[in-house]
């Protein structure tokens, strides 16, 4: 019954061959966020979405791209991937925003993630 | 940057021993979090903080918060083999409002 759902789990690309990486969940959360995780690296955030509310990131590079077609899908597109695009792409929930009103209950639930390797 | 610091970078310890790991941040925060993350796996959620709680436990897991500081941590006791992981906290406020911001994380090893 796991609720945040990532595919693939591994993805092995070709520089500049396009990705998509996708994620579903069943908790029904109103927020979705793209994290990128590179190795021994802090998750640093790629974009999030209230419902189809989308915002970007300042830094995430515009070969980055996603897509909110419902509640319960999000994509993450990446148009012409580069060495250094290699990573662990962690898809996560929130309810609400987190750091809001009754923010004890908007904690993250992630996904198991994707790792992306591009040869 | 308002990312939180964490230190250690990485923790050794036999089994049943306690485990700590510290949090910085530089920015005023609504709350903070602590994550654990195993080997290439997502992140999981261990526990929340808000700013104006200084302590809450859950568990073996007991967390404190000095926002006059800008520094948390995270105590593990009686630590297990299975506790071993990577521990991340995550901090949400100014700026950070309605996302959160990750540290670096501490890589815990617990010897059997």
């Known amino acids: 019954d796991a609720m945040v759902i990532q595919n693939p789990r591994y993805q092995v690309t070709q520089f500049g061959k396009p990705v998509t990486l996708s994620c579903s969940q069943t908790?029904?959360?109103?927020?979705m966020y793209w994290y990128q995780q590179k190795s021994s690296q802090a998750p640093k955030l790629l974009f999030h979405?209230?419902?189809?509310?989308?915002?970007n990131e300042a830094d995430t590079p515009d070969n980055f791209q996603s897509r909110r077609p419902n509640t319960s899908f999000c994509f993450l597109d990446i148009r012409s991937p580069g060495l250094g695009d290699a990573a662990m792409y962690l898809c996560?929930?929130?309810?609400?925003?987190?750091?809001?009103?009754?923010?004890?209950?908007?904690?993250?639930?992630f996904g198991a993630g994707s790792r992306l390797t591009v040869l | 940057s308002q990312q939180g610091e964490e230190d250690p970078q990485a923790l050794s310890i036999q089994e049943g021993e306690n485990a700590t790991m510290n949090c910085s941040y530089k920015?005023?925060?609504?709350?903070l979090q602590w994550y654990r993350q195993n080997s290439g796996r997502g992140l999981v959620h261990l526990i929340l903080i808000r700013s104006n709680e200084r302590e809450k436990h859950s568990g073996r897991l007991r967390v404190t918060l000095d926002t006059s500081k800008k520094s948390s941590s995270l105590l593990i006791t009686a630590s297990r083999a299975a506790d071993t992981a990577s521990y991340f906290c995550a901090i949400t406020g100014g700026t950070s409002y309605g996302k959160l911001t990750f540290g670096q994380g501490t890589i815990l090893t617990v010897h059997p």
């Open positions: 908790l029904n959360h109103n927020v």
């Open positions: 996560a929930t929130s309810r609400e925003w987190v750091g809001g009103a009754n923010s004890g209950a908007n904690v993250l639930t």
């Open positions: 979405y209230y419902d189809k509310d989308f915002n």
């Open positions: 920015t005023s925060i609504n709350n």
